[in-house]
């Protein structure tokens, strides 16, 4: 098996006893789209490699390409440029959270969740056990008989975790997934998706505004430069697994916020324009 070449030099060096190879490798990945006549550079290049069962938080300037890049790694988009390889045993080894939920509107709250199942063909019984699970790690079992317009945002956005985690997949994204929460059910969220992902590791890559979130979550955050984003810089937050959310109220955590503000703040605009 061809082993992925560490190409960010972050990740350890590999050898032939040392699986795994990056779960994702993106090498000199660019994305642009017409609008118009104008031709909009979106993304990249993008040099990354991401490691099987790695938490990888993605942070940057609104409008950088994060959700770009999450797209072309669910294979909802192609790259311009560039190669991204995706190493997964299963033929669809990635499931999307997205930034504006994503789920059906005609569909009933344990309908959406059960979808990923139906389209795996998984047995009816054995779905709809899965999907109900699901919805009450989520907190919405009173909720599985209802539609989606009668939930408040943060119900929805439950719903479309739900959706998400009940197929197991692979890899998972998220693209701002708990951004419209209270701040309350965010830190409830953040927990149970540490614990999730320490029950069951799987890799992750996990869009984010919050610094405080990034740190709390991921084994590694990136930090993308304003449009075309690249990667400019990464760090590791100094935490170990398992690892619990209260890990945002310790002075490293402070720390690193600081820091990664540093690193952020240039590249974000002014809002009264002016560029930089
Ligand atoms: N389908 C599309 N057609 C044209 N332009 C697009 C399309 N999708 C994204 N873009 C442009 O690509 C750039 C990156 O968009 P993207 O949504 O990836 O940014 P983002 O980093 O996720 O921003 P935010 O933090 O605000 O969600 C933006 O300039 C956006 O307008
Ligand atoms: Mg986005």
């Known amino acids: 098996m061809e082993l992925a070449q560490n190409r960010t030099g972050s990740t350890i060096p590999r050898h032939d006893s040392e699986p795994p190879p990056a779960a994702i490798s993106a090498t000199g990945v660019e994305r642009r789209f017409r609008r118009g006549r104008a031709d909009v550079h979106a993304l990249g290049p993008i040099d990354l490699d991401i490691a099987a069962g790695e938490f990888c938080c993605l942070v940057g300037p609104s ?47 344990l309908a959406n969740v059960r979808f990923g199942l139906d389209v795996q063909g998984v047995p009816r019984k054995q779905a709809t056990k899965r999907a109900r699970d699901w919805l009450s790690r989520m907190g919405l079992t009173d909720f599985a008989d209802a539609y989606p317009a009668s939930l408040s ?16 997949p692979e890899i998972l ?3 701002e997934p708990f951004a419209a929460l209270d701040a309350q059910l965010r830190t409830i969220l953040q927990e149970e998706l540490l614990a999730i992902c320490e029950a069951d590791r799987r890799t992750v890559l996990f869009v984010t505004h ?12 990136l930090v993308m430069s304003a449009r075309p984003g690249h990667v400019l810089a990464e760090r590791t ?12 109220h310790s002075p490293e955590c402070a720390e690193l916020k600081a ?18």
């Open 63 to 109: 409008g950088c390409g994060k959700s770009t890049f999450l797209r072309l790694v669910a294979g909802l988009l192609r790259p311009s440029a560039g190669r991204l390889e995706i190493r997964a045993t299963a033929p669809n080894p990635a499931a999307m959270i997205f930034q504006d939920y994503g789920i059906y509107p005609w569909k009933t709250v």
């Open 173 to 175: 994204l998220m693209d």
């Open 237 to 248: 937050p100094p935490f170990g697994r398992p690892r619990s959310g209260d890990v945002r």
């Open 153 to 168: 945002g943060g119900m929805r956005q439950r719903v479309s975790i739900a959706r998400a985690l009940a197929v197991e």
């Open 210 to 221: 919050s610094l405080e979130e990034a740190i709390v979550l991921g084994d590694r955050v």
């Open 259 to 276: 820091e990664l503000w540093d690193l952020l703040r240039g590249e974000i605009e002014p809002a009264g324009g002016g560029g930089r």
